[in-house]
T-cell receptor, first 113, second 111 residues
């Protein structure tokens, strides 16, 4: 256990559905991240939150909408996704935005039909 | 654009073999290079390297950085089946909270 919990572990959704991914960290960190890992592609940073404020949006389409109500929780709201959005979505946290030691969750494996 | 290239992309060995994984990078403002092990889903931290020529070791794993030639290697000696995983290399810039990852090396250790 890394101290970062993601739910659900697997998600299958149609292109017209709306769903949300949840991430919770129990490490007392103040920075949280969403990464996308597609098959045979490098991990891609999507969003960064420091002290609940979004500090980075890596040109992510608006069909992905993050929410960070507090330093321990991070959500990724999904709507009208495309099949190419199928991937493993990983949440991570760190202390003070120090990426040198990210703690990752086990991810949500998303399939868009 | 920052770039991290890992090789090989996949590797199959027998238990007891020694393996060397490679990571080369092009980054504008280098701060550190990190190695992660991804078993099942969650990547876990292995090493952070900031200086050339200083070997970091943890059990059978070791890693070294060459900032002149812009690469790092990760060595695993006496491999075990539990070493089977994807090994990810990432480079951190000085400018912000960003890691650029390589594609990873899928290592399979057969008994």
């Amino acid at each position: 256990e890394t101290g970062v919990t993601q739910t659900p572990r697997h998600l299958v959704m149609g292109m017209t559905n709306k769903k949300s991914l949840k991430c919770e960290q129990h490490l007392g960190h103040n920075a949280m991240y969403w990464y996308k890992q597609s098959a045979k592609k490098p991990l891609e940073l999507m969003f960064v939150y420091n002290f609940k404020e979004q500090t980075e949006n890596n040109s992510v389409p608006s069909r992905f909408s993050p929410e960070c109500p507090n330093s321990s929780h991070l959500f990724l709201h999904l709507h009208t996704l495309q099949p190419e959005d199928s991937a493993l979505y990983l949440c991570a946290s760190s202390q003070g935005g120090a990426v040198e030691k990210l703690f990752f969750g086990s991810g949500t494996q998303l399939s868009v039909l | 654009e920052d770039k991290v290239v890992q090789s090989p992309l996949s590797l199959v060995v027998h238990e007891g073999d020694t393996v060397t994984l490679n990571c080369s990078y092009e980054v504008t403002n280098f701060r550190s290079l990190l190695w992660y092990k991804q078993e099942k889903k969650a990547p876990t931290f292995l090493f952070m390297l900031t200086s050339s020529g200083i070997e970091k070791k943890s059990g059978r794993l070791s890693s070294i950085l060459d900032k002149k030639e812009l690469f790092s290697i990760l060595n695993i000696t006496a491999t075990q089946t539990g070493d089977s995983a994807i090994y990810l290399c990432a480079v951190e810039e000085t400018s912000g909270s960003r890691l650029t990852f390589g594609e990873g090396t899928q290592l399979t250790v057969n008994p």
